[in-house]
């Protein structure tokens, strides 16, 4: 049986990654320190026998025990917010936690996948972004501790692969939704959809005329996998073109949910990027990869997962009630 590692497997990407290596007959030893991680998100799979699960931030010394196959790096706060309240986390588990990990990966002949994300491209100046753009960061601003610490990743990463001969995969992911995002971390669908279940107005930043591209999960995680089995070493956008304004997207949260709220505006975060689409053309020549399910199917799923939590769910601000599901 195959082994494969996943950090921050309790977040949304890491636990659907989960399912899908579980579902494929892997073995999966999942990592995560439950900082921005529900361990919620991986409790349908403790009864697995070839699941495990380890409370360890990986930007410390990563032990783990026996063979690696693969190693799939998504340990990271992912939100404008986090960014803003754990900025040193942010930083230490991009760079330190991927040097251990490329580390781990060379001790045990593994694969390893790092995620990377559009935010490498800052606020970019280049419209599709391709993988061949070097971006528009501001090293210093709210962001740059993420996308400085992706853009080290990536750096260390392709180090290892041209140094080392470590077999590599890097992923520019773009922005992605679906059920387990959190609920409270301020970005854009559940912070709307949140909204819309609280019966609050949603509040879009600026005049809402900056647009993003939303990829549903299961799309990105098909490209991740395929991306994982190519022997493609070079970073790859995974992302769904269909490009939308932030006040467009309110508008379709708002028939979605049918609340009769308002839209509000609020100050534009520094350094929000204008635009954002991702140019697939790399995934769709490397790994016949593009995105199936349209944001009308996508987004009426979410709503039903984020229909389907309690009241007490909707409000609360802290998930991780996790020692009930350590195993002994
Ligand atoms: N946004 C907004 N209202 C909110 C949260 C976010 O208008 O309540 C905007 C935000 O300014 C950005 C876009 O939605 O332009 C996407 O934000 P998100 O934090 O989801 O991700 P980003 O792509 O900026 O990292």
Redesign the pocket.
Known sequence: MKRVLITGAAGFLGSHLCDRFIKEGFHVVAMDNLITGNIANLEHLFPFEQFEFYNQDVSKYVHVAGDLDFILHFASPA??IDYLKIPIQTLKVSSLGTHNLLGLAKAKGAKILVASTS?VYGDPLVHPQTEEYWGNVNPIGPRGVYDEAKRFQEAITMAYHTFHDLEIAIVRIF?TYGPRMRLND????P??IGQALRGED?????K?D?T?SFCYVDDLIEGIYRLLHSDYSQPVNIGNPDEIT?LDF?KEIIKLTGTDQKIIY?E??KD??MQ?QPNIEIAKRELGWEPKVNRAEGLKITYDYFKSLSQEELHRKDHNDFSKFIKK
């Open positions: 939100s404008p935010e922005n301020g970005r854009v669908l912070a709307f949603l509040t879009v930043f600026g809402g900056q993003r932030i309110a609020k534009l975060p929000d990027p954002r």
